[in-house]
T-cell receptor
Framework: AQKITQTQPGMFVQEKEAVTLDCTYD???????LFWYKQPSSGEMIFLIY??????QNATEGRYSLNFQKARKSANLVISASQLGDSAMYFC?????????????FGIGTKLQVIP | ETGVTQSPTHLIKTRGQQVTLRCSSQ?????VSWYQQALGQGPQFIFQ???????GRGNFPPRFSGLQFPNYSSELNVNALELDDSALYLC??????????????FGPGTRLTVT
């Protein structure tokens, strides 16, 4: 079974500053993928970034980077140069690559608020 | 290319009724997953359809069922609605086995309220 833990219910960040959203995971699978999604108040889940468990380099997508520490089973999201439009819920998620289907397990989320 | 669409946007049903939610997958995607997101929670995996067959299911009772059609669109059916079924239902499509198949693209969701 997979488990995702996000311990920060809410975070504040000043506009243009960087912020780190924490995520730890638990799995017995050797091969898995880690994801971050953004969910604005409109409800749609927006894919941000992906990290494979065998990827040696941390993933980056524009202002988003994933700080992957496999031994610690952590996959923190770093948002650089925060913008007002970054205010949203952020979900960490994972899926194992064993089994034939893409069951994705989500954490409970962190609410990020960017302050002008 | 069109994104994932869901209908209806909002729905109010009475306990005991049945409901059908619809999802059109993104062009070129052959896999559809359904999730239930209760208020203040992360999405919970309901099931997944790949080429018209259910190929994975989460911890949801049999009254949650689905279909996938030849054009890869999908339906989620819930029978005997309960108050706890009130949630945002999200559909996600992906191109299993093709390119960045790990990427799931979500629709805007259907907000179901059961009274």
């Amino acid at each position: 079974a997979q488990k995702i833990t996000q311990t920060q219910p809410g975070m504040f960040v000043q506009e243009k500053e960087a912020v780190t959203l924490d995520c730890t995971y638990d799995t017995s699978d050797q091969s898995y993928g880690l994801f971050w999604y953004k969910q604005p108040s409109s409800g749609e889940m927006i894919f941000l970034i992906y990290q494979g468990s065998y990827d040696e380099q941390n993933a980056t997508e524009g202002r988003y980077s994933l700080n992957f520490q496999k031994a610690r089973k952590s996959a923190n999201l770093v948002i650089s140069a925060s913008q007002l439009g970054d205010s949203a819920m952020y979900f960490c998620a994972m899926r194992p690559y064993s089994g034939g289907y893409q069951k994705v397990t989500f954490g409970i989320g962190t609410k990020l608020q960017v302050i002008p | 290319e069109t994104g994932v669409t869901q209908s209806p946007t909002h729905l109010i049903k009475t306990r005991g009724q049945q409901v059908t939610l619809r999802c059109s997958s993104q062009s070129g995607h052959n896999t559809v997953s359904w999730y239930q997101q209760a208020l203040g929670q992360g999405p919970q995996f309901i099931f997944q359809y790949y080429r018209e067959e259910e190929n994975g299911r989460g911890n949801f009772p049999p009254r949650f069922s689905g279909l996938q059609f030849p054009n890869y669109s999908s339906e989620l059916n819930v029978n005997a609605l309960e108050l706890d079924d009130s949630a945002l239902y999200l559909c996600a499509s992906s191109a299993n086995g093709v390119g960045r198949s790990y990427e799931q693209y979500f629709g805007p969701g259907t907000r179901l309220t059961v009274t």
